[in-house]
């Protein structure tokens, strides 16, 4: 079964703090995804990487940046966290090459910022 | 830029009971593909069908199934003999078949099961 596994189930941050949510799955999947979770929102997509050290801007990168290092670990960062970046997050990967593959998500990080 | 439509926020239904689940997309491709995504309380997101636009057949997967209408970009999910287990929320998502996989996700329906 593939596997994607993010570090934390919840975290309190404070404002203005640096934070790391890290992703790691372990299907040797090119492609790795961070999205956003928001009541009536769905999931929004903030960026996403198809390589090593590729990277592109989702539908909102402002106050993200990201880190992929290493193909199985993909990070999000919030270099100064604000409460309005409460949320949930969720990370995901797929194969590469072929548009209809199916995303495989990790459980989610539920992030208060207070 | 194509857009997701999930009109019903929440529904709720008896086990047993037939639940249809709508979605409506915009978008000017003509290839492209679509999923249900399956999101049960605290666990992960799981992919419940997907469809490809060219394929005029509508999916099916064991109790789920879909009606796609190409020209009225409708994507509806129908749940026969529904069990408490199908309480989630469900997510009708949109993929361009070019360029990034990125996955265009709507607001999202919760649906309840109830005993």
């Known amino acids: 079964d593939v596997k994607v596994t993010q570090s934390s189930r919840y975290l309190v941050k404070r404002t203005g703090e640096k934070v790391f949510l890290e992703c790691v799955q372990d299907?040797?999947?090119?492609?790795m995804f961070w999205y956003r979770q928001d009541p009536g929102l769905g999931l929004r997509l903030i960026y996403f990487?198809?390589?090593?050290?590729?990277?592109e801007k989702g539908d909102i990168p402002e106050g993200y940046s990201v880190s992929r290092e290493k193909k199985e670990r993909f990070s999000l960062i919030l270099e100064s966290a604000s409460t309005n970046q409460t949320s949930m997050y969720l990370c995901a990967s797929s194969p590469g090459l072929t548009s209809y593959n199916e995303q495989f998500f990790g459980p989610g990080t539920r992030l208060t910022v207070l | 830029a194509q857009t997701v439509t999930q009109s019903q926020p929440e529904m709720s239904v008896q086990e047993a009971e037939t639940v249809t689940l709508s979605c409506t997309y915009d978008?000017?491709?003509?290839?492209?593909?679509l999923f249900w995504y399956k999101q049960p309380p605290s666990r992960q997101m799981i992919l419940v069908i997907r469809q490809e636009a060219y394929k005029q057949q509508n999916a099916t997967e064991n109790r789920f199934s879909v009606n796609f209408q190409k020209a009225a970009k409708s994507f509806s999910l129908k749940i026969s003999d529904s069990q408490l287990g199908d309480t989630a929320m469900y997510f009708c998502?949109?993929?361009?078949?070019?360029?990034?996989?990125?996955?265009?996700f709507g607001q999202g329906t919760r649906l309840t099961i109830n005993p």
């Open positions: 978008t000017s491709e003509n290839n492209y593909y």
């Open positions: 998502a949109f993929m361009t078949d070019w360029g990034a996989q990125k996955l265009v």
């Open positions: 990487s198809y390589d090593v050290k590729m990277k």
């Open positions: 299907m040797d999947h090119e492609n």
